[in-house]
């Protein structure tokens, strides 16, 4: 099992604030993933990185990947409460087919 | 887009009985398909990697006895939770994919809820 820390596990900020999740493994990756869950519903991607350094923007998510392939990064610019919800990364290391998911982060945006 | 239906979205069951749950791919054929469990406030934790016409591949740690997985068909698989007790209450999330690497685009479904009394 590939082993995907995403830090901070609990989060809560107020409309408007900005703020960054991570998500770290010692494993490489050939590619890593992030979803958006809300409860009771399965995990949406929101996207997919595949090179290292590459950096993708989603409105007013910004998603980087780090040089090395081992970790990433989601940064979300005047949070608001429609964010809410679980945020995971998932990976998938080279020749396997799994995906893996980090351990989660749990975004509480405060009108 | 591609849709992947679970069924049911949410099931209870008193403990000893067993439970099936279907992943099914509805406009796509899948190749592999992966079932996940998920417990409050967690992550989601894979469980099982199966592949149309072959045995399911456990993660270690899942009792394949007690979750059999089955996948008949490229647009069907189950999953039956045998004499459930108490802790296999829990979130149950299939996905499913239409190629065989890693890197090939998942589907996930909707989940189903496992409470078992």
């Known amino acids: 099992t590939q082993l995907l820390e995403q830090s901070p596990q609990f989060l809560s900020i107020q409309e408007g604030e900005n703020l960054t999740v991570y998500c770290n493994s010692s494993?490489?990756?050939?590619?890593l993933q992030w979803y958006r869950q809300e409860p009771g519903e399965g995990p949406v991607l929101l996207v997919t990185?595949?090179?290292?350094?590459e950096v993708k923007k989603l409105k007013r998510l910004t998603f980087q990947f780090g040089d090395a392939r081992k970790d990433s990064s989601l940064h979300i610019t005047a949070a608001q409460p429609g964010d809410t919800g679980l945020y995971l990364c998932?990976?998938?290391?080279?020749?396997?087919?799994?995906?893996?998911f980090g351990t989660g982060t749990r975004l509480t945006v405060i009108p | 887009g591609a849709v992947v239906s679970q069924h049911p979205s949410w099931v209870i069951c008193k403990s000893g009985t067993s439970v099936k749950i279907e992943c099914r791919s509805l406009?796509?054929?899948?190749?592999?398909m992966f079932w996940y469990r998920q417990f409050p406030k967690q992550s989601l934790m894979l469980m099982a990697t199966?592949?149309?016409?072959?045995?399911?591949?456990?993660e270690q740690g899942v009792e394949k006895d007690k979750f059999l997985i089955n996948h008949a068909s490229l647009t069907l698989s189950t999953l039956t939770v045998t004499s459930a007790h108490p802790e296999d209450s829990s979130f149950y999330i299939c996905?499913?994919?239409?190629?065989?690497?890693?890197?090939?685009?998942?589907?996930f479904g909707n989940g189903t809820r496992l409470t078992v009394t």
């Open positions: 996905s499913a994919s239409t190629g065989a690497g890693g890197n090939s685009p998942l589907h």
């Open positions: 494993s490489v990756f050939s590619s």
């Open positions: 990185v595949v090179t290292g350094g």
């Open positions: 998932a990976g998938v290391t080279t020749g396997a087919n799994n995906l893996f």
């Open positions: 406009d796509f054929q899948a190749t592999t």
């Open positions: 199966s592949n149309e016409g072959s045995k399911a591949t456990y």
